[in-house]
């Protein structure tokens, strides 16, 4: 009858006009989702491991190991005024990270307890909390607890003569890959040191599994470091991160504020002409 093919029509135009209003919301949904995707790695890469050029000079976004006051020597600035530098530096993102427990004069665990509840933003500078542990022994102990650990942002695990007895080459090695295996360890501290020898092709590889990132550090390479002659080893990290597809970041290491966001050192090492053929 007329009225069953007017319902039967009116039907097929519904069901019609469903499937398109279905794929406008799903082409939506997705191109939403992908704009936000972009969105995000458009802001990690502005934040993190990169910089970008004003004229002649460089300028970097992020400083991801630095200290204040409450890692006991060095400095007597406050989170506040390390802020306050990296605001006029032009840093974005500024990590905190104060040496541990370990270390004699250095913050508590009620300091790295307290972190916990510190602003996130200061001057327009996103703040990160985090720490510099001791590694204590070759089982890759390390000087806060766990629990607490893990409510920081991250951290950078290092080896220091107040608190690591060095070893062999495969005894620090043992070491750094131990430290490793935890979860909140995100950064190999200075492991240019020349007075801590390691295999850094075997570092490496257990990086590329755990998603630890290898640092270039600035104090190591300046005329005033005290690690030794860490060119052959920083050398050798950026081979191995070449080699393994790794991330790597520049660190300044600056107790204080003089040093924030500074890599003059570092980024002339890894931008030399030789390493294109690493």
Known sequence: SVSTKSNTHLLL???????????FYLFFVNLHFYLLTLFFYSAILE????????????????????????????????????ARAAAAKGLRLLGITDHGPGTLAAGTSSYFRSLTYSPREHFGVELLYGIELNILDR????????????????????????????????????AFLNVMKNPCVKILGHSDNTHYPVNYDVLARAARETGTIF????????????????????????????????????????????????????????HQPCFRKV
């Open 47 to 82: 934040s993190v491991l990169i910089f970008i050029k004003r004229g002649e000079k460089s300028m970097y976004l992020s400083d991801m190991h630095t200290h204040s006051i409450a890692s006991g020597h060095g400095t007597e600035c406050t989170i506040t005024n390390m």
């Open 215 to 270: 640092e270039i550090n600035e104090a190591s390479l300046a005329p005033h470091g005290y690690r030794g002659d860490t060119r052959e080893n920083c050398f050798e990290i950026l081979r191995c991160c070449r080699k393994y597809h790794l991330p790597l970041l520049l660190s300044s290491d600056s107790h204080g504020p003089e040093h924030i966001g500074d890599f003059t050192y570092a980024a002339d090492f890894v």
């Open 139 to 174: 089982n890759g102990s390390i000087d806060l607890d766990q629990e607490l650990l893990c409510k920081l942002d991250y951290a950078i695990a290092s080896m220091h003569s107040w608190n690591y007895r060095c070893g062999t080459r495969d005894e620090n090695t043992e």
């Open 13 to 23: 135009f519904l069901w019609f006009l469903s499937v398109k209003l279905c794929l």
